[in-house]
């Protein structure tokens, strides 16, 4: 999708119906704005239906001040001015109301961005801007302050969160990404006693996450490449709707007949994934022109070892991560179909994905399919693109039942017995 062509009306139409479609704010609650090339700002419009905006509902705000549009502005324009008037770096402000974050805002309490190792690369440090009335020229010196001092993304006491960045498209992805550290921070602590990444150890993640490759020109696309691309980017829309992937992580690959690989590629919004987006990789090297998921050399060390394997899923949707961040173990043995799907999950140390790869990778098997790499994503595997998937949706499902079991009585596996008696009437042995 060519969002620069895109109209700042319609850029927020877009976005808003985004956010308000996943459940990240209300009917009434949170604004979005955007700074065009002539300084006008762009903003959502006070007292209308968020689930309903139109892109005539937008108003323009000219540098002088006059308004311009149908409705009165958002009550919070005063904020987004005084965050454009302090970082003119900045073209879009994101202030929303999302469940997980709130709960952080009314304990006034900063979410924990070294938990998963991408977070802190993607939102950078977060802060807390001092509550005060909406909408009042106090709050805006409150968050102009916090912005002026480089911070990108602002927690709002007892108010939410705002968001500025270049575009509205990656004041999204911070904001989602934030989110969802929330969210798997709410959950882990849950299940015990959350373990953070320390600073060095978020510095080599993010050295070894580095990649230069040589690149190559394809001569053709075959029919089954062109068939896979458009599969994948299906999938991929799917678990994005399923909650299973987010904007800024979700790596899935194929391996085709021919040996070459279909991945994901490094820095593009998962929602909006077209089949041109997906980089071929053959022999080492990456389709001319493109970047592919910083995960490339984990997806094919896989491969490499593992004949059987045809498809690659990484992601870090929060229940299962909730395990990833804690010491708490995860058993599949709950339902015969997680056990069926997943049989034996085990946790590995995040340096196994980056100084013992090829020993992780050769870890796979057909008893163990999916793995936990701790503080960073599940990565599931399968013999289609559709096994992978299948394995991760129910990786997730699991992990949120058995968070929910907690609210209960204490889980009830199934037995060694009854998983013999599953083993020899599904031929798992």
Not at 63 to 78: A, D, F, N, R
Not at 89 to 118: C, G, K, Q, T, Y
Not at 256 to 278: K, Q, V
Request: glycine share 6%; with cysteine.
């Amino acid at each position: 999708m060519k969002f620069e062509l895109m109209h700042p009306a319609d850029r927020l139409v877009l976005m808003m119906n985004r956010i308000y479609c996943n459940g990240l704010t209300t009917t009434s609650g949170g604004n979005l704005s955007v700074r065009d090339e002539s300084g006008d700002v762009w903003i959502t419009p006070s007292g209308i239906d968020k689930g309903s905006l139109t892109r005539a509902d937008m108003c323009r705000v000219k540098p002088g001040g006059m308004v311009l549009g149908p409705h009165k502005p958002s009550v919070e324009l005063p904020f987004h001015l005084s965050v454009y008037r302090e970082r003119p770096d900045l073209n879009a402000v994101l202030h929303a109301h999302p469940p997980a974050l709130v709960a952080f805002s009314i304990s006034r309490v900063i979410p924990d961005i070294n938990l998963v190792a991408e977070t802190k690369h993607i939102c950078g440090d977060v802060t807390m801007a001092a509550y005060a009335v909406p909408g009042s020229q106090k709050l805006g010196e409150n968050i102009s302050a916090e912005f002026k001092k480089g911070f990108d993304i602002v927690m709002l006491a007892n108010h939410g969160v705002v968001v500025g960045a270049t575009d509205i498209f990656q004041a999204f992805m911070k904001f989602e990404t934030l989110e969802t550290a929330a969210k798997t921070e709410i959950l882990a602590r849950r299940l015990g006693r959350i373990a953070s990444l320390s600073e060095a150890e978020m510095k080599l993640a993010q050295a070894a996450e580095r990649l230069e490759m040589d690149e190559f020109t394809p001569e053709y696309h075959s029919a089954e490449e062109r068939e896979a691309r458009r599969n994948m980017v299906a999938l991929i829309h799917r678990a994005y709707r399923q909650r299973l992937i987010i904007s800024t992580r979700g790596d899935y690959s194929v391996r085709l007949d021919s040996g070459d690989i279909l991945i994901t590629p490094h820095g593009a919004d998962r929602a909006y994934m077209e089949d041109s987006d997906l980089v071929l990789i053959r022999r080492g090297m990456a389709e001319r022109g493109k970047v592919p998921s910083r995960a490339v050399a984990v997806h094919q060390a896989i491969y490499e070892r593992n004949p059987e394997i045809r498809s690659v899923l990484g992601a870090s949707p929060p229940h299962i991560m909730a395990f990833a961040v804690t010491a708490e173990a995860f058993d599949p043995r709950t339902i015969p179909e997680s056990y069926i799907l997943l049989r034996d999950i085990e946790k590995v140390p995040l340096w196994d994905f980056y100084e013992k790869l090829d020993e992780a990778a050769a870890r796979f098997s057909s008893r163990k399919p999916v793995f936990i790499c701790r503080n960073r994503e599940v990565l599931a595997t399968g013999d289609s693109m559709l096994s992978a998937f299948d394995r991760l949706e129910v990786t997730e499902a699991t992990a949120r039942s058995i968070i929910y079991t907690g609210a209960i009585s204490d889980i009830v596996h199934i037995s060694d017995k009854e998983i013999a008696d599953i083993d020899e009437a599904f031929r798992l042995k």
